[in-house]
């Protein structure tokens, strides 16, 4: 099973402090990323859709969702790239990068 991280910036009370201005901004200037309003996975014939705000990273010839949801961005983690990518990402966001 895939370990679910989180990139977030906390205020002093705790609260996340990213919004989609901000990461929309960021991730226009990320060339193998791509904004998509919903995301679509299909198993077993069985078809779901989940609308949200997710920027999609294209590599390796797939897509890797990170989705931004109350002023966070969640990833899961399917392999080391897809890590040391998060941790970039936390790290030009100036934002933490946590389990959760």
Same mark, same amino acid.
């Given at each position: +099973?895939?370990?679910?991280?989180?990139?977030? $910036?906390?205020?002093? #009370?705790?609260?996340?402090?990213?919004?989609?201005?901000?990461?929309?901004?960021?991730?226009?200037?990320?060339?193998?990323? @791509?904004? +998509?309003?919903?995301?679509?996975?299909?198993?077993?014939? @069985?078809? +779901?859709?989940?609308?949200?705000?997710?920027? +999609?990273?294209?590599?390796?010839?797939?897509?890797?969702?990170?989705?931004?949801?109350?002023?966070?961005?969640? @990833? #899961?983690?399917?392999?080391? @790239?897809?890590?040391? $990518?998060?941790?970039?990402?936390?790290?030009?966001?100036?934002?933490?990068?946590?389990?959760?």
């Amino acid at each position: +099973m895939n370990k679910r991280y989180k990139i977030t $910036r906390l205020d002093d #009370a705790g609260q996340p402090t990213l919004t989609l201005e901000e990461c929309q901004a960021f991730f226009a200037t990320q060339p193998d990323f @791509v904004y +998509m309003d919903s995301f679509g996975a299909a198993q077993d014939g @069985v078809q +779901m859709k989940i609308s949200g705000h997710f920027f +999609m990273w294209q590599v390796e010839g797939g897509q890797v969702p990170f989705r931004f949801y109350e002023g966070e961005i969640y @990833v #899961a983690i399917t392999h080391p @790239v897809v890590l040391d $990518r998060a941790i970039h990402i936390a790290e030009c966001l100036e934002a933490l990068y946590i389990e959760g």
